[in-house]
């Protein structure tokens, strides 16, 4: 038994080792690639940053864009635990605007690299077609989540899809015109004003 529990203690320390490990060189990497840009940041330069060897990248990522996209990963589990956690009697577009503030809060809590990393997969054809590609698997999912929460068939009812797109078209429309205005504009205040102006379109 002392065996068993000082093997699962081991395990524990080595998982929370290598996701330090990780983390580090997810920083580092964010923080050149949003101030040098996508093409001028090399991986030298990255493993450099954070204190590994090239080798020790590639155990953990096979790109630089795996290094954005698998950010925006994490971010899309939390935008699953936040509309699955909303109030079962909260309108559908309500608990959706709701669950995108997971992003709107991320942005704000780090102003100037957030927009600098927006501009960057916004204005990479690569990071864009992988954050296109990553958003499908979001809609998909919260699709799922909205029909159990309206107690629709997806399958055969256009509602829940058709909201989650609507919503995800509003929040890239207010992302890029706080891109293009570099964050002169509050981001939520824009959000916002996206979800009004998609609600005034769908009464009409």
Do not use: C
Request: glycine content about 4%; proline content about 3%.
């Amino acid at each position: 038994m002392l065996h068993l529990r000082g093997y699962d203690h081991r395990v524990t320390l080595a998982e929370r080792k290598r996701q330090l490990v990780r983390d580090e060189l997810t920083e580092a990497a964010l923080k050149l690639l949003a101030f040098q840009g996508f093409e001028e940041t090399t991986i030298d330069q990255i493993v450099a940053a954070a204190g590994v060897s090239r080798r020790t990248f590639f155990r953990y990522f096979r790109s630089k864009e795996d290094v954005i996209i698998e950010f925006l990963g994490h971010l899309g589990t939390k935008l699953h635990d936040a509309l699955a956690s909303r109030p079962a009697k909260e309108p559908p577009a309500v608990a959706l605007r709701h669950a995108l503030s997971i992003f709107t809060a991320t942005y704000h809590e780090h102003p100037e690299k957030s927009i600098r990393l927006a501009r960057l997969t916004l204005g990479t054809p690569s990071l864009l077609a992988r954050y296109l590609e990553r958003q499908t698997e979001w809609r998909a999912d919260l699709t799922a989540v909205l029909a159990q929460r309206m107690k629709l068939d997806p399958a055969t009812d256009l509602r829940p899809a058709l909201t989650v797109a609507v919503a995800f078209a509003a929040f890239d429309t207010a992302l890029s015109a706080w891109v293009h205005g570099d964050g002169a504009e509050n981001l939520n205040d824009l959000v916002d004003r996206a979800f009004t102006f998609a609600a005034l379109l769908g009464s009409r």
